[in-house]
Nanobody, 118 residues
Framework: QVQLVESGGGLVQAGGSLRLSCAASGNIRSILIMAWYRRAPGKQRELVAEITGRGTSNYVDSVKGRFTISRDNAKNTVFLQMNSLKPEDTAVYYC????????????WGQGTQVTVSS
């Protein structure tokens, strides 16, 4: 089995920064893609950013220029650096990874709350 453990959420004022981390562990041969999603109150879950093993990244338009996704392949860890945070970034942030354990499956973390006050 594979576990994803997130950390780094919290309460921050608008304009501030937070750094989320997500470490994958278990029976991992390789990780194809790692990503961050978020679900704000009353809204559907949305993809925030994703990154391939080679470092190619993609962002939702609303966070471009403010958020940066990165990963440490040796440690099976993905990061999300969030700068210039806005109240509309308030959400539960979830880490996900497409993991090869012999077959490819998607795994999810438990989520971490990010709250941005105005």
């Amino acid at each position: 089995q594979v576990q994803l453990v997130e950390s780094g959420g919290g309460l921050v004022q608008a304009g501030g920064s937070l750094r989320l981390s997500c470490a994958a562990s278990g029976n991992i041969r390789s990780i194809l893609i790692m990503a961050w999603y978020r679900r704000a109150p009353g809204k559907q879950r949305e993809l925030v950013a994703e990154i391939t093993g080679r470092g190619t990244s993609n962002y939702v338009d609303s966070v471009k220029g403010r958020f940066t996704i990165s990963r440490d392949n040796a440690k099976n860890t993905v990061f999300l650096q969030m700068n210039s945070l806005k109240p509309e970034d308030t959400a539960v942030y979830y880490c996900t990874a497409r993991v090869n354990t012999g077959v490819y499956n998607d795994y999810w973390g438990q989520g971490t709350q990010v709250t941005v006050s105005s």
